[in-house]
């Protein structure tokens, strides 16, 4: 049997171990709009760096090792044909992939939907109700609810973590719409110190796009974008080359209440 792969239970406690410290365990770097933007940026490129590694721990979670692993007896990967003799064939029952496709068929069984109260005892208040009810259902219709929620049911099964991401597209339709995703849980670091049930202290994500795509988006940045990737005359070539940038999402603690914050 193959040992390298195996992996600690989630009490695993010899990454950040508290029991055998006292005093400071660590340092955390400020999360603040009250500093300098080249400060926030340089403090969380620290945190996110810090939590990654934490996650990615071989003697903690072994995170990244875990899911490559999980995704692979997923495929029904389960063999090294490398280590068979000529005259073997390998054969493989995946019931790993019989298991969780049960499951994801069966919590996703039906489009999710919404129950909403009406606030008053009145026609009007139901009749709005009914007609958000009826709204959320043709929403979920519309942007493909279901098949995205069976992606992040599957993800939570084999990479520990499932994430729908709900954002605004003011490019879409007349008004704009708020467009769900499904996220790969590849490309999110979230605070190792978070709290079952509380808000993390941060969560980045990692996207791509081109650099005229970024532009667009931050058009007042376009001369920081062109510095940071060392373009002067915007060719095409150069503008259509695809690049990775974080959208990090955190709390701000400096003022009198927690203001939530975003950013790129």
């Known amino acids: 049997m193959d040992t390298s ?21 660590d340092a ?16 969380l490129n620290s945190r996110i760096t810090d939590s990654d590694d934490y996650w990615n721990d071989r003697k903690g979670y072994n995170l990244k090792s875990v ?3 999980n995704v692979k007896l997923h495929l029904g990967q389960h063999l090294d044909k490398s280590r068979l003799y000529r005259f073997q064939i390998p054969f493989v029952d995946n019931e790993i992939f019989v298991g969780v496709e049960s499951i994801v068929a069966y919590v996703c069984s039906q489009t999710p939907n919404s129950e909403v109260s009406p606030s008053e005892d009145t ?3 139901k009749i709005l109700a009914k007609d958000l ?9 519309k942007f493909e609810v279901n098949r995205k929620m069976e992606g992040a049911v599957r993800n939570l099964l084999l990479k520990r973590l499932g994430v729908l991401y709900l954002r605004f597209d003011p490019s879409y339709g007349k008004n ?3 467009i769900t995703e499904l996220v790969n849980p590849d490309h999110l670091v979230v605070d190792k110190n978070a709290k079952m049930g509380e808000n993390p202290a941060f969560i980045s994500y990692t996207l791509k796009a081109t ?17 940071a990737l060392g373009i002067v005359r915007g060719t095409a070539n150069q503008m259509s080359q ?9 709390t701000d603690f400096s003022g009198k209440k927690p203001t939530e914050c975003v950013a790129w």
């Open 5 to 25: 792969q195996e992996t600690t239970p989630f009490s695993d406690t010899r990454v950040d171990d508290l029991t055998q410290q006292d005093g400071e365990i």
């Open 28 to 43: 955390v770097s400020t999360l603040a709009l009250s500093i300098p933007d080249r400060d926030i940026l340089s403090n």
């Open 67 to 69: 899911r490559a692993e």
């Open 123 to 125: 026609v009007a208040a």
């Open 133 to 141: 009810e009826n709204y959320h259902a043709a929403y979920a219709n």
């Open 176 to 178: 704009g719409e708020v």
């Open 211 to 227: 650099v005229e795509e970024l532009c667009q988006r931050f058009p007042k940045k376009q001369d920081k974008i062109y510095e």
């Open 242 to 250: 695809i690049v990775a940038y974080r959208e990090v999402w955190f």
